[in-house]
Protein backbone atom coordinates (compact mmCIF):
# COMPACT_ATOMS: atom_id res chain seq x y z
CA UNK A 1 0.00 0.00 0.00
CA UNK A 2 2.93 2.68 0.83
CA UNK A 3 6.55 1.86 -0.62
CA UNK A 4 9.15 3.62 0.87
CA UNK A 5 12.54 4.15 -0.72
CA UNK A 6 16.02 5.91 0.87
CA UNK A 7 18.53 7.16 -0.80
CA UNK A 8 21.70 9.46 -0.11
CA UNK A 9 23.36 7.52 2.39
CA UNK A 10 27.53 6.96 2.00
CA UNK A 11 30.88 7.55 3.45
CA UNK A 12 31.31 11.48 4.93
CA UNK A 13 34.40 12.44 6.98
CA UNK A 14 34.02 13.65 10.51
CA UNK A 15 32.18 17.13 10.49
CA UNK A 16 31.04 17.12 7.25
CA UNK A 17 27.07 16.81 5.79
CA UNK A 18 25.46 14.65 3.81
CA UNK A 19 21.39 14.76 2.88
CA UNK A 20 19.01 11.84 2.60
CA UNK A 21 16.26 11.28 0.67
CA UNK A 22 13.12 9.01 1.43
CA UNK A 23 10.82 8.99 -1.43
CA UNK A 24 7.01 7.34 -0.79
CA UNK A 25 5.04 6.17 -3.29
CA UNK A 26 2.08 8.10 -1.67
CA UNK A 27 0.15 9.76 1.24
CA UNK A 28 -2.88 8.29 3.08
CA UNK A 29 -4.77 9.86 5.87
CA UNK A 30 -4.31 7.35 8.09
CA UNK A 31 -0.29 7.79 7.68
CA UNK A 32 0.24 11.46 8.58
CA UNK A 33 3.11 11.39 9.49
CA UNK A 34 6.93 10.63 7.96
CA UNK A 35 9.69 9.75 10.38
CA UNK A 36 13.57 8.95 10.53
CA UNK A 37 15.14 6.12 12.54
CA UNK A 38 18.70 4.76 12.20
CA UNK A 39 20.31 1.28 13.55
CA UNK A 40 24.10 1.82 14.44
CA UNK A 41 25.46 -1.54 14.24
CA UNK A 42 25.30 -4.28 16.95
CA UNK A 43 22.30 -1.68 18.85
CA UNK A 44 19.15 -1.40 19.24
CA UNK A 45 17.00 1.02 15.90
CA UNK A 46 16.37 4.93 17.70
CA UNK A 47 14.65 7.69 16.29
CA UNK A 48 15.67 10.47 14.71
CA UNK A 49 13.37 12.58 13.48
CA UNK A 50 9.80 12.91 12.55
CA UNK A 51 7.13 15.23 10.75
CA UNK A 52 4.11 15.80 9.77
CA UNK A 53 3.44 15.43 5.91
CA UNK A 54 2.47 19.29 5.91
CA UNK A 55 5.19 20.09 7.97
CA UNK A 56 3.60 22.00 10.99
CA UNK A 57 4.94 19.42 13.53
CA UNK A 58 8.71 18.29 13.71
CA UNK A 59 10.34 15.78 17.00
CA UNK A 60 14.20 15.44 17.40
CA UNK A 61 15.82 13.51 20.37
CA UNK A 62 18.41 15.69 21.94
CA UNK A 63 21.18 13.85 20.67
CA UNK A 64 20.53 15.07 16.85
CA UNK A 65 18.46 18.47 18.00
CA UNK A 66 20.31 20.99 16.29
CA UNK A 67 22.27 19.30 13.59
CA UNK A 68 19.64 17.09 11.74
CA UNK A 69 16.49 18.79 10.18
CA UNK A 70 13.67 16.88 8.66
CA UNK A 71 11.69 18.46 5.79
CA UNK A 72 9.26 17.58 3.24
CA UNK A 73 8.33 18.30 -0.39
CA UNK A 74 4.23 17.14 -0.85
CA UNK A 75 4.79 17.76 -4.56
CA UNK A 76 7.59 14.67 -4.74
CA UNK A 77 5.88 12.63 -1.99
CA UNK A 78 9.54 13.02 -0.37
CA UNK A 79 10.77 13.64 3.19
CA UNK A 80 14.59 14.80 3.48
CA UNK A 81 17.16 14.56 6.31
CA UNK A 82 19.74 16.98 6.08
CA UNK A 83 22.59 16.45 8.75
CA UNK A 84 25.31 18.76 9.36
CA UNK A 85 28.54 18.50 11.87
CA UNK A 86 28.36 14.41 11.45
CA UNK A 87 29.88 12.53 14.22
CA UNK A 88 31.32 8.84 14.05
CA UNK A 89 28.72 7.91 16.12
CA UNK A 90 26.05 8.80 13.73
CA UNK A 91 27.24 5.95 12.08
CA UNK A 92 24.28 3.51 11.10
CA UNK A 93 22.02 2.27 8.94
CA UNK A 94 18.90 5.25 8.69
CA UNK A 95 15.22 4.26 7.89
CA UNK A 96 12.41 5.84 6.90
CA UNK A 97 8.79 5.12 8.20
CA UNK A 98 5.43 6.20 8.05
CA UNK A 99 2.80 6.36 10.32
CA UNK A 100 -0.46 7.59 12.15
CA UNK A 101 0.83 10.21 14.56
CA UNK A 102 4.27 11.69 15.68
CA UNK A 103 6.16 9.32 18.10
CA UNK A 104 9.48 8.26 19.25
CA UNK A 105 8.53 5.08 19.80
CA UNK A 106 8.85 2.21 16.29
CA UNK A 107 5.90 0.59 17.08
CA UNK A 108 4.09 3.04 16.01
CA UNK A 109 5.12 3.37 12.56
CA UNK A 110 3.69 0.70 10.03
CA UNK A 111 5.78 1.06 7.19
CA UNK A 112 9.04 1.14 6.27
CA UNK A 113 12.22 1.59 4.10
CA UNK A 114 15.07 -0.96 3.24
CA UNK A 115 17.33 1.84 5.04
CA UNK A 116 20.65 3.07 3.67
CA UNK A 117 23.87 3.28 5.37
CA UNK A 118 25.70 5.65 6.77
CA UNK A 119 29.22 5.95 7.84
CA UNK A 120 31.42 8.45 9.38
CA UNK A 121 34.81 8.18 9.41
CA UNK A 122 37.36 10.05 11.76
Known amino acids: QVQLEESGGGLVQAGGSLRLSCQAS????????MGWFRQPPGKEREFVAAITWNGYTTEYPDSVKGRFTISADNAKNTVYLQMISLKPEDTAVYYC???????????????WGQGTQVTVSS
Open 97 to 111: ATGPRVSRITGFYNY
Open 26 to 33: NRTMSNYV
